[in-house]
């Protein structure tokens, strides 16, 4: 299947993929894909193994604070992901997203890990179908594709 084409005024490659679910995240799962993420952002970093870990969990700690103190737990998102960006809905509001302000998908051992300009979207493999989860695969290469021009 062709990568979908990303992004306002380009057309997208066969018909637009159309990705739909909802999620309600647990702390034990958002605390392993927040591990997860911060120990890859550090390590870029280099600063050796002790650093590396004392970093890890103080910002992992931070992180399930704020989901804790946020009350993410309680709500349930809904999330359309297609060809012309991410839209997430909750009883607190719209969050819509271009493909503009996606970085990077990254795919770690609970989901995919959508890393925005300012900020992240975790995304529960639990929550996918075998055909959404490899739409997401297919986001994530055009995303990449994007990034090498």
Known sequence: MPLPVLGPGL???GAPETVQFS???ALPEYVSFMWQHAGYIIRR???GTLATYW?????????????VAQGRSRNTYEFTIDTHGIVRASRSGVTL????D???IRRYSRGF???????????????????QGESMQRFGESVRA???H
């Open 97 to 100: 997203v271009p493909w503009g």
């Open 55 to 67: 970093m890890q969990t103080k910002s992992t700690s931070s992180a399930a604070l704020h989901f």
């Open 113 to 131: 890990m959508m890393v925005l300009k300012r900020g992240t979207l975790p995304i529960p493999f639990r929550c996918l179908s075998q055909a």
């Open 102 to 104: 996606v970085c990077s």
């Open 23 to 25: 999620v309600r995240y």
């Open 11 to 13: 057309v997208a490659a």
């Open 146 to 148: 994007l990034a090498r």
């Open 45 to 47: 970093r280099r600063i």
